[in-house]
């Protein structure tokens, strides 16, 4: 059994960064389902990267948050993702933890446990860019590791892209469950 940790930006790191962010902790792993405690096997995600490609062709597009610290005590950075209108992504969603040596690729672990795990996109305005959830758990549920993500008129925005942690519960919605992880990227679409 999982058990999320949950650590929030203060407002004034948010109004700074023009953006929202609830972070960071990641499940705990199975072999310490009897001890609660936090401890070394407890994963953070410091760092989300959310890779575009061109269908078409074309240079990749990439947008990163970081909180190297993990706590949101020191301000993360955030970048802005800048699309192409008219235009047909592949995305690939990357997570780490990057306050291990080495770095532990988060993002395989939750590949791994892909039945208790489901990412949400959620655009404001909601017509910004329409994303769909491309991978499968074991079960034929969506996951979101890998999407494909169309742009149509140019506008701006922010893309909420949130973990959902649903061990047990996954029944293809994001309400069952906690939240593992949840970073608002600034969004254009030119």
Same mark, same amino acid.
């Given at each position: 059994?999982?058990?999320?940790?949950? *650590? !929030?930006?203060?407002?004034?790191?948010?109004?700074?960064?023009?953006?929202?962010?609830?972070?960071?902790? &990641?499940?705990?792993?199975?072999? #310490?389902?009897?001890?609660?405690?936090? #401890?070394?096997? *407890?994963?953070?995600?410091?760092?989300?990267?959310?890779?575009?490609?061109?269908?078409?062709? @074309? !240079?990749?597009?990439?947008?990163?948050?970081? #909180?190297?610290?993990? #706590?949101?005590?020191?301000?993360?950075?955030? @970048?802005?993702?800048?699309?192409?209108?008219?235009?047909?992504?592949?995305?690939?969603?990357?997570?780490?933890?990057? !306050?291990?040596?080495?770095?532990?690729?988060?993002?395989?672990?939750?590949?791994?446990?892909?039945?208790?795990?489901?990412?949400?996109?959620?655009?404001?305005?909601?017509?910004?860019?329409?994303?769909?959830?491309?991978?499968?758990?074991?079960?034929?549920?969506?996951?979101?590791?890998?999407?494909?993500?169309?742009?149509?008129? &140019?506008?701006?925005?922010?893309?909420?892209?949130?973990?959902?942690?649903?061990?047990?519960?996954?029944?293809?919605?994001?309400?069952?469950?906690?939240?593992?992880?949840?970073?608002?990227?600034?969004?254009?679409?030119?």
């Amino acid at each position: 059994m999982h058990t999320p940790h949950k *650590n !929030t930006l203060s407002r004034l790191a948010l109004l700074a960064l023009l953006a929202t962010t609830t972070l960071f902790g &990641a499940c705990k792993k199975d072999n #310490d389902k009897d001890d609660p405690t936090p #401890d070394d096997d *407890n994963e953070q995600i410091t760092t989300v990267t959310y890779t575009l490609t061109p269908t078409s062709g @074309g !240079t990749p597009v990439s947008v990163t948050y970081k #909180d190297l610290d993990g #706590d949101g005590g020191t301000a993360p950075t955030i @970048g802005t993702l800048a699309l192409t209108a008219n235009t047909t992504y592949t995305g690939v969603l990357t997570l780490l933890d990057e !306050t291990k040596n080495p770095v532990v690729n988060t993002s395989a672990e939750i590949q791994e446990e892909a039945d208790e795990h489901l990412f949400v996109f959620t655009p404001t305005p909601a017509n910004l860019v329409q994303i769909t959830r491309t991978d499968k758990d074991k079960n034929n549920l969506e996951v979101g590791l890998q999407t494909r993500l169309v742009t149509t008129s &140019a506008a701006s925005g922010t893309l909420k892209i949130t973990l959902r942690h649903q061990p047990g519960v996954k029944n293809g919605t994001e309400t069952p469950g906690d939240t593992d992880v949840e970073v608002t990227f600034p969004t254009t679409v030119r």
